[in-house]
């Protein structure tokens, strides 16, 4: 079977009708990042563990993630170890993920962290009828048959809904992306240029009334 | 000359107080007897157009000032004073003045510019300054970083900031909340450090004392001081890079990272239990007689508004000037100057229309 493109959502009108298809929100999706993003700064201190930005960035945005999504009746789901919440009624989750980047047409996504077995298992539980290549070999062929897209958050604030397969350990194949938004409306956390890089600066736009 | 309205007593103490001047000081410069200005402050006569313009030429306002009909009265406790025993009466009246004018200009920003709307949390209810800082960071997801610039940080979560051109160092800095919107009042004859501090004290002074507090005076200004410690200097942060026992030539070169005074971050490493009681006085005494007690050598670069920067700009590229700003709002220039941190007199502003050519 040959591979099939990828779907992208880019104008806000196609990426409401998306979500709301998927019976997810925009504003949901925008929490989940917001939440993730003040967690990642506060796991920057140096007492916290070298990976402790992204842990808590991590844990609160799968806490985000399913504390939005319960309130529309979705359910918590922990398929093969993940982390996710499962559509009551409809074959799909979702997980929490940590990204080098969101948004981008030039440079697809990749796990901040390498993906393990059981995440790779699960992402492919509805992958025969689109890629056969992709089963690895060690798969049962009794997967849970549910969509896996993950809600992708970069650390410059872009975000996007993505329902990819994963393969040794990282996102091989992208069946659909839906562009949540570019992080322009981040606070830019820049560099200040003074004796410590670290220190957040702040970009303030005005404009004519 | 275009005046609309009666004349307004209240503007005319407003104008007499922010100049520091007293009643009888105006009376002589504006050739009226005491009783007289006396009955005009207190509205009980209405001044001739003569009278009025003796009296702003007098208090070097305009004459229109004194026609505007609204004027926001300031309530005495609205503003605080870091130390009311050195401040005088005239110091105070004057920088709360200012505070009144700044309104004013503060409605006008807004009328015309799209400014970030006040995100600041009401935290009144939280009794450990230490706390109420964590969890605005927090809030803002500032993490344990420091903070580059805090004019920058008040300005992008809606506070309107306007400098203190006070010409005393008895003034540091106030706060207040008026309609809705927070101001921050900035003495700008301070060191950088000192107004990185204050910023910083005025920002806890407006999401702790907002809701009105049960606490005076000393104690809420210890509240606000705490609060601006443990918000400029994160204990983790802090924590992380200061060892027991630091030498003075660390704390020195520390304090750049976050933007602090060396008293400042001495202060704050004794309270994190890295020094102790002898510690912190023998380092207390080694900065002073090195100068950091009474400036601050080797100090970081003075922040400034960014938003008056942008509206300058703005005005600039549509042909107007501070003089504009001062003619819409009947203020005097100077008044324009004092509150925009100096931006608004950068000789370096290019002139529009004016061009450059060869001259053979």
Same mark, same amino acid.
């Given at each position: 079977?040959?591979?099939?493109?990828?779907?992208?959502?880019?104008?806000?009108?196609?990426?409401?009708?998306?979500?709301?298809?998927?019976?997810?929100?925009?504003?949901?999706?925008?929490?989940?990042?917001?939440?993730?993003?003040?967690?990642?700064?506060?796991?920057?201190?140096?007492?916290?563990?070298?990976?402790?930005?992204?842990?808590?960035?991590?844990?609160?945005?799968?806490?985000?993630?399913?504390?939005?999504?319960?309130?529309?009746?979705?359910?918590?789901?922990?398929?093969?170890?993940?982390?996710?919440?499962?559509?009551?009624?409809?074959?799909?989750?979702?997980?929490?993920?940590?990204?080098?980047?969101?948004?981008?047409?030039?440079?697809?996504?990749?796990?901040?962290?390498?993906?393990?077995?059981?995440?790779?298992?699960?992402?492919?539980?509805?992958?025969?009828?689109?890629?056969?290549?992709?089963?690895?070999?060690?798969?049962?062929?009794?997967?849970?048959?549910?969509?896996?897209?993950?809600?992708?958050?970069?650390?410059?604030?872009?975000?996007?809904?993505?329902?990819?397969?994963?393969?040794?350990?990282?996102?091989?194949?992208?069946?659909?992306?839906?562009?949540?938004?570019?992080?322009?409306?981040?606070?830019?956390?820049e560099?200040d240029?003074?004796?410590?890089?670290?220190?957040?600066d702040f970009d303030i736009t005005i404009?004519?009334? | 000359?275009?005046?609309?309205?009666?004349?307004?007593?209240?503007?005319?103490?407003?104008?007499?107080?922010?100049?520091?001047?007293?009643?009888?000081?105006?009376? #002589?410069?504006?050739? @009226?007897?005491?009783?007289?200005?006396? $009955?005009?402050?207190?509205?009980?006569?209405?001044?001739?157009?003569?009278? +009025?313009?003796?009296? &702003?030429?007098?208090?070097?306002?305009?004459?229109?000032?004194?026609?505007?009909?609204?004027?926001?009265? @300031?309530?005495?406790?609205?503003?605080?004073? $870091?130390?009311?025993?050195?401040?005088?009466?005239?110091?105070?009246?004057?920088?709360?003045?200012?505070?009144?004018?700044?309104?004013?200009?503060?409605?006008?920003?807004? !009328?015309?510019f799209?400014l970030p709307?006040?995100?600041?949390?009401?935290?009144?209810?939280?009794?450990?300054?230490?706390?109420? &800082?964590?969890?605005?960071?927090?809030?803002?997801?500032?993490?344990?970083?420091? +903070?580059a610039s805090m004019i920058a940080l008040l300005e992008a979560k809606?506070v309107r900031v306007?400098?203190?051109?006070?010409?005393?160092?008895?003034?540091?800095?106030?706060?207040?909340?008026?309609?809705?919107?927070?101001?921050?009042?900035?003495?700008?004859?301070?060191?950088?450090?000192?107004?990185?501090?204050?910023?910083?004290?005025?920002?806890?002074?407006? +999401?702790?004392?907002?809701?009105?507090?049960?606490?005076?005076?000393?104690?809420?200004?210890? #509240?606000?001081?705490?609060?601006?410690?443990?918000?400029?200097?994160?204990?983790?942060?802090?924590?992380?890079?200061?060892?027991?026992?630091?030498?003075?030539?660390?704390?020195?070169? @520390?304090?750049?990272?976050?933007?602090?005074?060396?008293?400042?971050?001495?202060? $704050?490493?004794?309270? @994190?239990?890295?020094?102790?009681?002898?510690?912190?006085?023998?380092?207390?005494? !080694?900065?002073?007689?090195?100068?950091?007690?009474?400036?601050?050598?080797?100090?970081?670069?003075?922040d400034k508004s960014r938003v008056w920067k942008q509206v300058l700009d703005h005005?600039?590229?549509?042909?107007?000037?501070?003089?504009?700003? &001062?003619?819409?709002?009947?203020?005097?220039?100077?008044?324009?100057?004092?509150?925009t941190f100096?931006l608004?007199?950068?000789?370096?502003?290019?002139?529009?229309?004016?061009?450059?050519?060869?001259?053979?």
């Open positions: 079977m040959s591979r099939a493109a990828t779907k992208v959502f880019i104008d806000d009108i196609d990426v409401e009708r998306r979500l709301s298809e998927l019976n997810m929100d925009r504003q949901d999706i925008l929490d989940i990042r917001d939440v993730a993003a003040s967690m990642h700064a506060t796991g920057s201190s140096p007492l916290f563990p070298a990976n402790g930005a992204g842990q808590l960035a991590y844990q609160y945005g799968t806490r985000e993630l399913r504390a939005t999504h319960l309130k529309r009746g979705w359910v918590i789901d922990q398929s093969y170890g993940t982390n996710g919440v499962r559509h009551p009624d409809r074959k799909i989750v979702v997980l929490y993920q940590n990204v080098d980047v969101a948004c981008s047409l030039s440079d697809l996504p990749q796990a901040r962290s390498r993906k393990g077995a059981g995440s790779e298992r699960l992402s492919q539980g509805s992958a025969f009828d689109l890629i056969e290549e992709v089963v690895p070999s060690t798969h049962t062929g009794e997967g849970l048959d549910v969509e896996v897209w993950y809600v992708m958050v970069a650390q410059d604030g872009a975000v996007e809904v993505t329902h990819a397969l994963i393969r040794g350990g990282e996102f091989s194949d992208f069946i659909e992306r839906i562009f949540v938004h570019d992080g322009s409306d981040f606070d830019p956390l560099d240029g003074s004796l410590d890089d670290d220190a957040v404009s004519r009334k | 000359m275009t005046t609309h309205g009666p004349f307004n007593h209240l503007r005319l103490i407003l104008a007499r107080k922010r100049r520091k001047m007293t009643a009888i000081q105006v009376a #002589e410069a504006a050739k @009226l007897s005491r009783v007289h200005l006396s $009955r005009i402050e207190t509205g009980q006569n209405e001044p001739t157009m003569e009278t +009025i313009e003796a009296l &702003a030429k007098a208090t070097r306002y305009p004459v229109e000032f004194f026609f505007v009909p609204d004027t926001c009265e @300031l309530p005495a406790e609205a503003v605080s004073f $870091r130390s009311l025993k050195r401040t005088s009466v005239r110091e105070r009246e004057a920088a709360r003045a200012a505070g009144e004018i700044g309104v004013d200009v503060g409605q006008w920003l807004s !009328d015309e799209n709307d006040p995100v600041l949390p009401d935290m009144g209810y939280e009794p450990d300054p230490a706390t109420a &800082a964590r969890a605005l960071r927090q809030a803002w997801g500032l993490g344990e970083k420091p +903070i809606g306007f400098s203190l051109a006070e010409e005393t160092l008895n003034v540091d800095a106030f706060s207040f909340w008026q309609d809705g919107v927070p101001y921050v009042f900035l003495n700008t004859m301070k060191t950088a450090e000192h107004g990185v501090m204050d910023a910083a004290h005025e920002l806890g002074h407006l +999401i702790l004392h907002a809701g009105g507090n049960t606490l005076h005076g000393r104690d809420v200004e210890r #509240e606000a001081n705490a609060f601006a410690s443990s918000f400029l200097m994160p204990s983790e942060d802090v924590r992380g890079r200061v060892p027991r026992a630091p030498s003075v030539h660390l704390i020195l070169k @520390l304090k750049k990272r976050w933007r602090v005074s060396a008293m400042a971050l001495a202060y $704050r490493v004794h309270r @994190l239990g890295l020094l102790t009681d002898w510690q912190y006085r023998s380092m207390c005494i !080694d900065l002073t007689q090195r100068g950091y007690r009474t400036g601050e050598p080797d100090g970081t670069e003075r005005l600039w590229r549509e042909g107007k000037t501070k003089e504009t700003i &001062a003619r819409v709002l009947h203020l005097p220039v100077d008044e324009i100057e004092k509150l100096g608004a007199s950068d000789p370096l502003r290019p002139i529009k229309g004016q061009q450059l050519r060869v001259v053979k």
